[in-house]
């Protein structure tokens, strides 16, 4: 009878362990993994000794069950730890487990001896086996061990009072109750002498609530919540809430964005007249109301960007929350705010000065241009190399494909060429200009010039400028890194969903790339440039590109050679 308890039991362990397999997260919880696997093999224990009738099977049958007062035990605490955000050295891993083996293994060694378990006897209930045990010479190890792990837990009861708020007081306090009961549940029946142990089910309900718990566990963990891209952005804060508004959890970076955030209880909402609460809150109700995803705000004189994004970790893709990421946008500011000041001026001469406008903007382009060149010492002539080279490659289309490229769409992508690298200006030094190879994690910051060229293109065009220019010039700007087999970027657009007009300057800026010296690289010959390029069609460039190239390829080669 009891024996059937158990393997039902024993079942239902199984299953949380195989729901649990099939919960995809990018991280994982090790040491609920290591409960869960290890709990079955406990109960498993306790269903043999229910069914053995030698004192040596009741012995093995001990040795799995041995496996819950010393290595469940110390993972449990460990876990407690994590939790509470209390970082484990090394050394104090290699103790605790050190320690719960060695226990174990001495427990496995006194197999064929009473230096552990002492005295053993069988009792045939009716309901199934009992074991009676008096304790060998070795068994106050046993309780020393018991004693360590109490006033270990005992311990960071009291460490978890003094720092409220620094954890889900959710997550902690299930943890902490359920250890806490497998322990009293254990010292219980060692006081009233009881044949059969409920410590099974209370492991399997253990298993239950943690398992329930899992997402809300890993909701709390930022980490979980944000792309591995995002995870190297350490110049970002990173906050997350739930859809109630309680506060889950942010990274380091975001206190020193939204200071007094440190000091914000766990799975509570938002202080009432926090910073906090005002960003956060005010964010998710535009994104409600307007579908406004960003904000900026100014705080100790940095201006902040604050952008909000839903976020689910469950598998049929449920919302749980608002994820938030803060940016400091100072210096892009500073840049925008002269440019946008610059415009206000110039509109104000346009009814005016119509055609006198129009020259002072390509100057201000140019300008600006050159600005972001001599920024980058890596690319010297680059812009005037790319104007000129797609007047060659535009004046070729033209002759070849005059129902498609116009003359006012061929005006507007060479006078477009200049803008398509002035998002470099809001790229740090320290990456525009390095004379080496990119990191990953500096080519990723690198690779937003192309979004941000495209927002200046707008910023400085838009409402001067006529609208089938601007549209021209945000989509060289925007686009010129996609490529047709769908791995470029910003966006990753296949074949012709990439404008024409970025395509085209796509070809004028990679052959510029090959054939001119680099501080890092030298220049590459004509036949080697003109092979890539060729073998490039259909997967980096558009394959309707190809005549047009090998057509234009001699001018080409004889402009740089006058260069």
């Known amino acids: 009878m009891v024996t059937i308890f158990y393997i039902i039991l024993l079942i239902i362990s199984i ?6 397999a099939q919960k995809s997260y990018e991280t994982i919880d090790i040491y609920y993994w290591t409960m869960v696997i290890i709990i079955p093999v406990i109960i498993l224990g306790y269903c043999l000794k229910t069914t053995v009738t030698t004192v040596e099977g009741a012995t093995m049958a001990f040795c799995f069950i041995y496996l819950d007062s010393t290595v469940l035990l110390t993972v449990a605490i460990f876990c407690i730890m994590h939790f509470m955000g209390i970082k484990t050295k090394a050394w104090m891993k290699i103790l605790g487990y050190g320690a719960a083996f060695a226990h174990l293994a001495m427990v496995w060694s006194c197999i064929h001896n009473d230096m552990y378990f002492g005295k053993m006897t069988l009792i045939d209930t009716g309901y199934g086996i009992a074991t009676k045990m008096t304790g060998g010479s070795l068994k106050f190890i046993h309780w ?6 109490l006033f270990t837990l005992a311990s960071l009861i009291g460490i978890a009072f003094l720092r409220k708020g620094t954890y889900s007081r959710r997550t902690l306090f299930l ?11 254990y010292g219980f029946e060692i006081v009233i002498d009881i044949d059969f142990s409920l410590l099974p089910l209370i492991y399997v309900i253990a298993d239950i609530l943690i398992a329930v718990n899992y997402d809300n566990a890993h909701a709390h963990d930022i980490i979980n919540l944000i792309s591995d891209q995002q995870k190297y952005h350490e110049t970002k804060g990173y906050a997350a809430i739930d859809l109630e508004g ?7 970076k975001m206190y020193e964005f939204i200071p007094g955030l440190e000091m914000q209880l766990i799975d509570e909402k938002l202080d009432p007249g926090s910073s906090a609460n005002k960003i956060f809150y005010g964010l998710v109700k535009d994104f409600k109301e307007k579908k406004s995803k960003s904000i900026n705000f100014e705080i100790n004189n940095m201006i902040c960007q604050c952008e909000i994004a839903e976020f689910s970790i469950r598998r049929d893709g449920k919302i749980q929350g608002y994820m938030f990421d803060v940016r400091d946008i100072t210096e892009e500011q500073k840049v925008i705010n002269v440019m946008q000041d610059y415009n206000e001026t110039l509109n104000a001469e346009v009814d005016k000065k119509t055609e006198n406008i129009k020259r002072i903007q390509e100057k201000v382009v140019l300008g600006l241009a050159n600005m972001v060149e001599n920024r980058d010492n890596n690319t010297g002539g680059h812009v005037k190399r790319t104007s000129d080279i797609i007047k060659i490659i535009v004046d070729e289309m033209r002759k070849q494909k005059p129902d498609i490229i116009s003359e006012e769409f061929a005006e507007d992508i060479i006078r477009a060429a200049p803008m398509h690298d002035l998002g470099k200006i809001t790229i740090d030094d320290a990456i525009l200009c390095k004379p080496a190879k990119l990191t990953p994690e500096e080519y990723e910051i690198m ?20 609208k089938h220019f601007v ?36 070809i004028a800026d990679v052959y510029d ?37 090998l057509e234009c390829r001699e001018k080409l080669e004889s402009y740089y050679k006058s260069v």
């Open 246 to 252: 309680r506060y889950l959890s942010c990274n380091e």
């Open 15 to 20: 299953a949380v362990l195989i729901y649990m």
């Open 513 to 549: 790339a090959l054939v001119s010296e680099r501080p890092y690289k030298k220049p590459m010959s004509f036949e080697q440039a003109a092979k890539i390029m060729i073998e490039g069609m259909g997967s980096q460039f558009d394959p309707n590109m190809l005549p047009v190239f």
């Open 175 to 185: 943890y902490t109750c359920l250890t806490m009961a497998g322990i009293l549940a």
């Open 447 to 466: 690779k937003t010039h192309s979004v941000k060229s495209g927002e200046m293109v707008n910023i400085i065009l838009k409402g001067v400028e006529e």
């Open 471 to 506: 549209d021209v010039a945000y989509n060289v700007a925007r686009y010129h890194h996609e490529r047709w087999d769908g791995k470029g970027y910003p966006e990753g657009l296949v074949g012709a969903m990439t404008p024409l007009e970025a395509r085209i300057m796509a």
């Open 144 to 149: 020393i061990y018991m004693f360590a792990i």
